[in-house]
Nanobody
Framework: QVQLVESGGGLVQAGGSLRLSCTTSERTSTRYVMAWFRQAPGNEREFVAAISLSGGYTIHANSVKGRFTISRDNTKNTVYLQMNSLKPEDTAVYYC???????????????????WGQGTQVTVSS
């Protein structure tokens, strides 16, 4: 079972940037579609972005499109989420997730991902 560990969260002012990292316990390039989700207090877990096995195909939620970018470095077994122009409404716990389903499909539902990290807190002050 693959294990995921997120890092890079913290406190940042509105308009600032952060880069989250998710390192996996095994090679992911040939097996796992990867994604980021987030969950704010009192809210359901929300899709943020997903990336294909090779990294050549990505999707982003409308709420973050143009500000966040998902990428992966399979040589380092790591997935990244570059977050720019952060807003207070981006405040949440951010989770990394892995899917060993169809390699050609990038899901937006949390139920489509079998493996999850412990989460990293991102707080954006106004």
């Amino acid at each position: 079972q693959v294990q995921l560990v997120e890092s890079g969260g913290g406190l940042v002012q509105a308009g600032g940037s952060l880069r989250l990292s998710c390192t996996t316990s095994e090679r992911t390039s040939t097996r796992y579609v990867m994604a980021w989700f987030r969950q704010a207090p009192g809210n359901e877990r929300e899709f943020v972005a997903a990336i294909s096995l090779s990294g050549g195909y990505t999707i982003h939620a409308n709420s973050v499109k143009g500000r966040f970018t998902i990428s992966r470095d399979n040589t380092k077994n790591t997935v990244y989420l570059q977050m720019n122009s952060l807003k207070p409404e981006d405040t949440a716990v951010y989770y990394c997730a892995a899917s060993n389903g169809s390699p050609g499909y990038l899901g937006r539902a949390s139920s489509e991902y079998a493996y999850w990290g412990q989460g990293t807190q991102v707080t954006v002050s106004s």
